[in-house]
């Protein structure tokens, strides 16, 4: 059974730092690309951020370019995304997420990101 796990969201001042983490298990996580998602209500979910599996190659969505850093550790199945100089509009559910072989999506529960001005 194949699930994702995030951990690290919370409450934080606008300006400030906030690092998610996502661990996947039951499936080959090292094959997969891995996506950061987030949503406010109301809202569709939008990418924030991408990494191919070597993790040499990251996408990183306009709005949050420059601020916003996803790294993975095949290793620890994980993927993370730091995130730095948080701003109000970053206030969302993150979402850890990819797609296996046969075009299943698969979602974590996300994890609540707060950010207060």
Partial sequence: QVQL???GGGL?????SLRLSCVASGTTFSIYRMDW????PGNQRELVA???RGGGTTDIADSVKGRFTISRDNAKNSVYLEMNSLEDEDTAVYYCHFIDRRGMNYWGQGTQVTVSS
């Fill in 5 to 7: 796990v995030e951990s």
């Fill in 12 to 16: 934080v001042q606008a300006g400030g």
């Fill in 37 to 40: 998602y987030r949503q406010t």
């Fill in 50 to 52: 991408s990494i191919r």
